[in-house]
T-cell receptor
Framework: GAGVSQSPSNKVTEKGKDVELRCDPISGHTALYWYRQSLGQGLEFLIYFQGNSAPDKSGLPSDRFSAERTGGSVSTLTIQRTQQEDSAVYLCASSFRQGRGDTIYFGEGSWLTVV | DAKTTQPPSMDCAEGRAANLPCNHSTISGNEYVYWYRQIHSQGPQYIIH???NNETNEMASLIITEDRKSSTLILPHATLRDTAVYYC??????????????FGQGTILTVHP
């Protein structure tokens, strides 16, 4: 596709339910990043993928959060037993490679509201 | 990580140039300076990046000082739609940091008529 695509764009879920957020990176991009942004806050790094491997998971806030990537393309971020503090916009980004000089492009995000 | 310092807010008149400063005094020789902007809570939009030479594209110009300790993003003719939060980021040089972007608080630029 032309850009990073995320779905759903909006999700309202009940506390305690599991949710899955999907990211389709730009075709050919091997590096993929997940961030989240709570209301009025800055962007917080969650996890990085290079191909299907996740060498940096340091930003995942708890073991309720997990992510996978298959075929070097689509990635899914899963939040189990959602809590109200998980409410945020979850942003996915991708780049061609891990290099310092390439450009990282962001999707429009998935807005998650836990009620 | 090299850190950046930006003014929390700036104003600019429509049609005038907006000059957004950024200090990054601890930048390493192989680290790039990136600029992104975010309108409301949309995904951050890439603007420009550079290593040590000045850069220009259709959106903006990036001026990096010779010692690389600071830079300025220039929007040559600001419009109301340029109102956004602008982030200056020094990108990790890879290795165990994997080149991720670390966002600070940015500068809220308000363009007024």
């Amino acid at each position: 596709g032309a850009g990073v695509s995320q779905s759903p764009s909006n999700k309202v879920t009940e506390k305690g339910k599991d949710v899955e957020l999907r990211c389709d990176p730009i075709s050919g991009h091997t590096a993929l990043y997940w961030y989240r942004q709570s209301l009025g806050q800055g962007l917080e790094f969650l996890i990085y993928f290079q191909g299907n491997s996740a060498p940096d998971k340091s930003g995942l806030p708890s073991d309720r959060f997990s992510a996978e990537r298959t075929g070097g393309s689509v990635s899914t971020l899963t939040i189990q037993r959602t809590q109200q503090e998980d409410s945020a916009v979850y942003l996915c980004a991708s780049s061609f490679r891990q290099g310092r000089g390439d450009t990282i492009y962001f999707g429009e995000g998935s807005w998650l509201t836990v009620v | 990580d090299a850190k950046t310092t930006q003014p929390p807010s700036m104003d600019c008149a429509e049609g005038r140039a907006a000059n957004l400063p950024c200090n990054h005094s601890t930048i390493s020789g192989n680290e790039y300076v990136y600029w992104y902007r975010q309108i409301h809570s949309q995904g951050p939009q890439y603007i420009i990046h550079g290593l040590k030479n000045n850069e220009t594209n259709e959106m903006a110009s990036l001026i990096i000082t010779e010692d690389r300790k600071s830079s300025t993003l220039i929007l040559p003719h600001a419009t109301l739609r340029d109102t956004a939060v602008y982030y200056c980021i020094v990108r990790d040089a890879g290795g165990t940091s994997y080149g991720k972007l670390t966002f600070g608080q940015g500068t809220i630029l308000t363009v007024h008529p």
